[in-house]
C-alpha cells in the first residue's frame, strides 16, 4: 500500500485556541477577569494605624480631656505656693514660685486628703477643694507674701 502524503506520515492537530478570546490577551465577554494580587503590607498597615489611633483616643478618654489641655487640678503639698485663677465655682490651680508674687498668689499651709470639707481650715484660712482622679483634698491657703 502506498500512502497518498510523500514525507512525514504522522498527522499532527493544529494548537486549540480559544475562539472568543480576545487576541491583546483580554477574556471573552462574560467571563471575569482574575483579580490582582492584594497588598498584605498595607492592609496591615491600616490596621497597626488603627490600633494606634484607637490607642490614643483611649488614654485621652481614660485621662481625661483636663490633662490634655493642661487644666487638671494640682495636689500641691503643704510649703508649697500655688496660683488661684478663674472664677469661683471653677478655679485653675498651678504650683508657683513662692517668690514670684502676685494677689493671685497663694501659700499651702495644710492639705486635707480624702475630704471635701472645706470648714477642716478653719477660720483664719482659705480653702479650695479639689479633685484629681479618684483623689479628693482640700487644700487651705493663706496669702503668700513676698520676701
Known sequence: M????????????????NPFAD?????AP?????????????????KVGGVVVLAVVAIAVKLGLP???????VHAEAGE????????????????DCSSGGSDLFKVVKVYDDTF?????GEELSALAQQLNSDKF??????????
Request: charged share 20%.
Open 67 to 73: 490633662y490634655v489641655t493642661g487644666s487638671a487640678p
Open 81 to 96: 505656693c500655688v496660683e488661684v485663677t478663674g472664677p469661683d465655682n471653677d478655679p485653675k490651680v498651678d504650683t508657683k
Open 30 to 46: 462574560g467571563m471575569a477577569p482574575e483579580p490582582a494580587p492584594q497588598k498584605k503590607g498595607g492592609a496591615m498597615l491600616k
Open 138 to 147: 482640700v487644700l487651705c491657703l493663706e496669702p503668700a507674701t513676698k520676701n
Open 117 to 121: 470639707d472645706v470648714n477642716k481650715c
Open 23 to 27: 487576541p491583546q490577551g483580554a477574556p
Open 2 to 17: 502506498s500512502t497518498p502524503f510523500k514525507g512525514d506520515s504522522a498527522m499532527t492537530t493544529p494548537p486549540q485556541s
